[in-house]
């Protein structure tokens, strides 16, 4: 609740720029150390596996309705062409390619970020400020070893399968809503799916959901790791890791869609 | 006078067992008890923050359980409360702070909330303090505003949750003695919970002890520190030995 | 479906056994559901009858705008020109025309992209924001405390934020609707050689496109604020409880923005026969 305060506008945004920079300075040094325990690999093999199982488990139904609704929705978004145009043999590729190609690997990993990303926030928020994570240095137990690496491991593993998962509930919930709304049969999708979509389109997909994993997992970590400031702290650690990862997953987006054409 | 008939409440267990209760009007109820006995839940309970899931509250005859939010408001008008936590609003100052609950009331005229304001806080020994900010208080000056807010409606009954909670000893007794004296010049009915028994009894009228959400005990002062009940005996006294 | 749980249930203390489980979850939904209702419908109530607190909507206006609208812009920049790349690539893999590339992306944006993919953001900045502050005041009695002084934490807290969210809703949505149409015409102009006057065309855009893209921005305005506000007034515990709290905020929102686009967009396509 902070009222407009009286600096000028330039000093605002050095000021946010730093705050950024500092940041983003943050998590690559969090990368760098966590880099250094994977050559020889000292990762917590039993924590490791909790991990993935909760974070699967925890991710699958807000996944699975996200798909559905995403393949409805971009089934909707393409009927319009299709009424334009009058092609309903179009309708498998006009959805699906966009759906598995850009954005279920997109709104998937924003619903993942959302669940998992902010869960992890939150948990290690909770761990930093209760001094949790100080009492493991003193027990010679290496936090990053025991809790940061094997939790970035499985989200990147997990919003990978996560995302084939939905690509398929996603595609699904497009072939049934063409017929339900549109009225194209669902086999008239699946051909117009499967003429126009290439391997590499799906693989792109894949790539893009490894990457946006690693960038949920580095900022959701680091924002909990850096938490200051008790319950209200741990809320905006929070937020502020929802938003990194957002941003970096749109930014990473760019990219890789270019590089991997 | 303040009635409660077989109330239980559970959460993730039972919090409160059964539990049956008379606190006359004008009395200095103490409320004792070990930790998680259900004793910030019985209070709650009593205004409708908490819906217990069996059992009847009874406020000056009124039936406060199985109200509605609107209909609570009403009778929330009757209380005055201290939390545990203080819940000091900490986006407003200290005097906005007091003077939240008489504007809720509709007192609109500044300068009477101005001097209303400023004798809770000579009350408190706080004077001048309206326009610091919570954050910037000791945790003893923090209860005391609470405690300012909590009177300054002159309500008919006041609830304090751990008044003394995480207060040096001395402090501790200073807000006891003006709590009693509170009670004493407004004759408010005053239910006070608090695990700091010793001190707490120099102040009641009557105690009623909360274990393992059941009401174990519930007498007059006197009463509670001959009591022959085993564990009102080892809590009342601070034994080691015995059943706790 | 533990997404839709009511913020009111203990995960830790279930009793074993699926069939238990599926029955405890069947009644969370319908505690959740009906908790969600009625802090709806005491919002909607507060907002065209109560006392309205002095300034604090316009605060909220301010904060909103201030907190969201430099990630919004980047967010939205980055869409426009992950769109109009991978359409143009899309495009001349069929035919070597790109002219209809902007009037395509344009009904594209109104219609649907500006407002969901913004409201989604807008999920995630505002929506974990108002549940921070409003958790935080649970874990803290204050909001206790607040009704002690006989006042509805709806009206005193999410009033002011719902009257907020459906303003700067559509002020920011159509700001970042401006920010990607300008990356995606940059996009188009500097990698596929589109002069910009090209692209800035609007021949396929109609008033139902518009329509849509103007009651998307309303209904997600609304829900962003109740959905948030509700998981934040369902905080348990302490400092865990907020994180949780904000969490469930996230997701839920951005989960009522891509169930409203759903519906919308369905009965936007029957309504508007193009």
Not at chain 2, 184 to 200: G, Y
Not at chain 3, 130 to 159: H, K
Not at chain 3, 254 to 263: R, T
């Amino acid at each position: 609740m902070s009222p407009p305060d009286e600096e000028t506008l330039s000093a605002r945004v050095g000021a946010s720029a730093f705050a950024v920079a500092a940041e983003v300075g943050g998590v690559a040094i969090l990368s760098a150390r966590l880099v250094r325990r994977l050559f020889p690999p000292r990762v917590d093999g039993p924590e490791l596996l909790r991990n993935l199982y909760k974070m699967g488990v925890r991710s699958l139904p807000i996944v699975g309705v996200t798909a559905l609704f995403v393949g409805a929705i971009m089934v909707v978004q393409a009927g319009v062409l299709i009424r334009r145009f009058g092609a309903e043999g179009l309708l498998g590729w006009g959805a699906g390619f966009a759906t598995v190609r850009e954005v279920g690997p997109i709104l998937i990993a924003l619903m993942f970020s959302g669940r998992v990303g902010a869960n992890n926030t939150a948990e290690l928020a909770t761990m930093t400020v209760t001094e949790q994570i100080d009492a493991l240095s003193t027990l010679a137990i290496d936090p990053l070893s025991y809790l940061i690496l094997p939790r970035v491991i499985s989200m990147v593993v997990m919003l990978f399968i996560l995302t084939i998962f939905g690509d398929v509930l996603a595609l699904l919930g497009a072939a049934y809503t063409g017929q339900g709304l549109l009225g194209v049969h669902v086999a008239t999708f699946w051909n117009g799916l499967l003429e126009a979509i290439r391997v590499w389109d799906v693989a792109t997909g894949l790539i893009k959901s490894a990457i946006f994993g690693l960038i949920i997992a580095l900022s959701s970590s680091h924002y909990g790791l850096t938490v200051t400031g008790g319950a209200p702290g741990v809320g905006r650690a929070v937020n502020a890791s929802v938003v990194a990862s957002a941003t970096g997953v749109f930014i990473a987006d760019y990219f890789s869609t270019y590089v991997l054409q | 006078m303040i009635e409660v008939h077989g109330l239980s409440k559970s959460f993730a267990e039972p919090v409160l067992r059964d539990v049956s209760l008379a606190v006359p009007r004008g009395c200095l109820f103490g409320l004792v008890g070990p930790g998680a006995a259900g004793k910030s839940v019985l209070l709650k309970c009593l205004v409708g923050l908490v819906t217990p899931d069996r059992g009847a509250v009874t406020v000056e005859g009124e039936t406060v359980t199985g109200l509605d939010e609107l209909a609570l408001q009403r009778v929330r008008r009757r209380f005055g409360m201290l939390f545990q936590n203080n819940a000091l609003f900490d986006y407003l100052t200290v005097g906005e702070n007091i003077a939240f609950p008489l504007r809720r009331m509709g007192v609109t005229d500044e300068a009477e909330l101005a001097e209303r304001v400023a004798d809770r806080l000579r009350a408190v020994s706080l004077a001048g303090f309206e326009s610091r900010m919570p954050a910037g208080l000791s945790g003893g000056q923090k209860k005391r505003v609470g405690v300012a807010r909590a009177t300054v409606t002159r309500a008919e009954i006041v609830l304090y949750d751990e008044p003394a909670a995480g207060l040096d000893p001395v402090t501790s007794q200073k807000i006891f003695d003006l709590l009693r004296r509170e009670q004493r010049e407004t004759n408010a009915t005053v239910i006070m919970v608090s695990s700091d028994i010793d001190r707490l009894l120099t102040v009641t009228d009557r105690v009623g002890l909360l274990h393992k959400g059941e009401l174990l005990f519930d007498g007059t002062t006197d009463e509670a520190r001959s009591s022959r009940h085993p564990v009102v005996k080892q809590f009342i006294h601070g034994e080691v030995e015995g059943p706790l | 479906m533990s997404e839709l749980e009511a913020p009111t249930t203990d995960e830790a203390a279930r009793p074993a056994g699926f069939v238990a489980d599926v029955g405890r979850e069947a009644l969370d939904l319908v505690a959740a559901a009906r908790s969600l209702w009625s802090v709806l419908t005491r919002t909607l109530h507060w907002t065209l009858r109560g006392p309205a607190e002095p300034g604090a909507a316009v605060q909220a206006c301010y904060e909103i705008g201030n907190q969201s609208v430099f990630f919004l812009s980047v967010t939205m920049g980055f869409i426009g020109m992950i769109l109009v790349f991978q359409s143009a690539l899309q495009a001349l893999r069929v035919v070597p025309d790109l002219t209809m590339l902007g009037a395509t992306f344009l009904e594209l944006l109104v219609r649907d992209l500006g407002a969901s993919i913004g409201a989604m953001m807008l999920a995630t900045r505002v929506g974990a924001g108002i549940a921070a502050e409003i958790g935080s005041m649970v874990v803290t009695e204050q909001v206790d405390a607040l009704r002690m002084c006989g006042v509805d934490p709806v009206n005193y807290l999410i009033v002011p934020r719902f009257k907020a969210s459906l303003i700067m809703t559509g002020v920011l949505i159509i700001w970042a609707g401006a920010v990607s149409f300008g990356a995606g015409a940059a996009t188009a102009y500097f990698l596929f050689d589109v002069p910009v006057n090209t692209f800035m065309n609007t021949s396929l855009l109609d008033r139902g496109d518009v329509l849509i893209g103007l009651a998307k921005c309303v209904a997600y305005g609304a829900a962003i604020p109740v959905v948030s506000g509700w998981c934040g007034l369902g905080t348990l515990g302490g400092s865990e409880g907020v994180g949780w709290a904000t969490t469930r905020a996230v997701v839920n929102s951005s989960l009522a923005v891509i169930v409203l686009n759903f519906l919308i967009s369905s009965a936007g396509f029957l309504l508007f026969p193009t």
